[in-house]
């Protein structure tokens, strides 16, 4: 599980990363899904039984931001400073102004669509990638408040709902690239409620370990050739989302790993790499001055980069930050 996590954060960079305004993973926005889905796996896993014992929505939304805000805060700063940079070699009013309106943003809320065309509005301009984390973290205390005490079957009747709703959205756009903005902000919510009720339903699923030589390595393979169809195709993306990734996540609950320092590397970095991969990449021109190289050449050391520096964000800040935060809970607060 952690290993697919760390190859879905890469199929996000890989997206993001388009030298010459072609993304080189054309299909990495559906590993967005990917998340929600494992996301709703976990959760379960680790929450649901101590939600049944007593466990408030105050103290589990601290939990969730404990885990969440720290590398949050990070890529925001960063996002900051390349705005910043901007404005100071070229005055920008209208960046100007979304840099005013992202102050929502600090507080894990989207900005507001104000003196333009929402269509145009991210719900995060600093750094458009946290539309998933919005929605991420309301999935999560909409689970906490009351889908944890739900039956299997009456989480599956509403997987299915939200399944056929997700499909009609897809079908309907031509794409599962939805929600990063104020237009389809609906149909964000449509990705990250019906992908993590999938994910929920599978983890209360009984499950077997199976061992087998290379056995870890089969889900990764599987994942990486989904993610290399062209994308934005309706039926194409609808398969992936509704059928190919829970698969995944269940060939990836059930195989037993057989290269754990790999999967625990590539889970770790996931996390600080999707936070600060978006303001980095933006950074590409000062790296192609510096290396001289061309565009396609340039992004990929960018991204190997960006894999160092997301390893150093979580053993020196995400994990200190978040281990000094737990500290400071009452006694008898589990960490996340």
Same mark, same amino acid.
């Given at each position: 599980?952690?290993?697919?996590?760390?190859?879905?954060?890469?199929?996000?960079?890989?997206?993001?990363?388009?030298?010459?305004?072609?993304?080189i993973?054309?299909?990495?926005?559906?590993?967005?899904?990917?998340?929600?889905?494992?996301?709703?796996?976990?959760?379960?896993?680790?929450?649901?039984?101590?939600?049944?014992?007593?466990?408030g929505?105050?103290?589990?939304?601290?939990?969730?931001?404990i885990?969440?805000?720290?590398?949050?805060l990070? #890529?925001?700063? $960063?996002?900051? &400073?390349? /705005? @910043?940079?901007?404005?100071?070699?070229? +005055?920008?009013?209208?960046?100007? =102004? !979304?840099?005013?309106?992202?102050?929502?943003?600090l507080?894990?809320?989207?900005s507001?669509?104000?003196?333009?065309?929402?269509?145009?509005?991210?719900?995060?301009?600093?750094?458009?990638?946290?539309?998933?984390?919005?929605?991420?973290?309301?999935?999560?205390?909409?689970?906490?408040?009351?889908?944890?005490?739900?039956?299997?079957?009456?989480?599956?009747?509403?997987?299915?709902?939200?399944?056929?709703?997700?499909?009609?959205?897809?079908?309907?756009?031509?794409?599962?690239?939805?929600?990063?903005?104020?237009?389809?902000?609906?149909?964000?919510?449509?990705?990250?409620?019906?992908?993590?009720?999938?994910?929920?339903?599978?983890?209360?699923?009984?499950?077997?370990?199976?061992?087998?030589? #290379?056995?870890? $390595?089969?889900? &990764?393979? /599987? @994942?990486?050739?989904?993610?290399?169809? +062209?994308?934005?195709?309706?039926? =194409? !993306?609808?398969?992936?989302?509704?059928?190919?990734?829970?698969?995944?996540?269940?060939a990836?609950?059930?195989?037993?790993?057989?290269?754990?320092?790999?999967?625990?590397?590539?889970?770790?970095?996931?996390?600080?790499l999707?936070?600060?991969?978006v303001?980095?990449?933006?950074?590409?021109?000062?790296?192609?001055?510096?290396?001289?190289?061309?565009?396609?050449?340039?992004?990929?050391?960018?991204?190997?980069?960006?894999?160092?520096?997301?390893?150093?964000?979580?053993?020196?800040?995400?994990?200190?930050?978040?281990?000094?935060?737990?500290?400071?809970?009452?006694?008898?607060?589990?960490?996340?």
């Amino acid at each position: 599980m952690d290993g697919i996590r760390g190859v879905a954060a890469i199929a996000v960079v890989l997206y993001h990363a388009a030298p010459g305004g072609k993304p080189i993973l054309a299909s990495g926005y559906l590993a967005v899904d990917l998340f929600f889905l494992l996301s709703g796996f976990v959760i379960d896993r680790t929450y649901r039984a101590r939600l049944d014992g007593g466990l408030g929505l105050p103290r589990f939304l601290q939990l969730r931001l404990i885990r969440l805000y720290p590398a949050f805060l990070l #890529g925001l700063a $960063l996002s900051l &400073l390349s /705005v @910043l940079a901007s404005l100071a070699a070229a +005055p920008n009013p209208r960046l100007a =102004g !979304d840099l005013l309106l992202s102050l929502p943003n600090l507080a894990f809320l989207p900005s507001p669509p104000l003196g333009r065309d929402p269509a145009s509005w991210l719900l995060f301009p600093l750094d458009g990638a946290y539309w998933s984390l919005f929605f991420e973290l309301a999935v999560n205390l909409i689970y906490a408040a009351g889908l944890v005490r739900l039956s299997r079957a009456q989480l599956a009747l509403l997987a299915i709902g939200g399944a056929a709703w997700l499909a009609w959205g897809i079908a309907a756009h031509g794409t599962a690239d939805l929600g990063a903005g104020w237009s389809t902000f609906g149909w964000g919510f449509a990705r990250a409620f019906t992908a993590f009720l999938i994910g929920v339903v599978l983890a209360r699923t009984p499950l077997a370990r199976i061992r087998g030589r #290379g056995a870890d $390595l089969l889900p &990764l393979v /599987v @994942l990486g050739g989904a993610l290399l169809y +062209p994308g934005n195709t309706a039926t =194409g !993306d609808i398969l992936a989302v509704l059928v190919a990734f829970p698969l995944l996540v269940l060939a990836g609950a059930t195989l037993e790993p057989r290269a754990p320092r790999l999967h625990d590397l590539l889970g770790r970095i996931s996390y600080p790499l999707y936070c600060i991969h978006v303001p980095l990449l933006k950074w590409q021109g000062v790296h192609d001055g510096v290396l001289g190289l061309g565009p396609l050449p340039t992004t990929l050391a960018l991204v190997v980069a960006l894999l160092v520096w997301a390893a150093l964000v979580d053993r020196t800040i995400d994990e200190p930050a978040r281990r000094w935060l737990r500290a400071r809970l009452p006694a008898g607060a589990a960490s996340t």
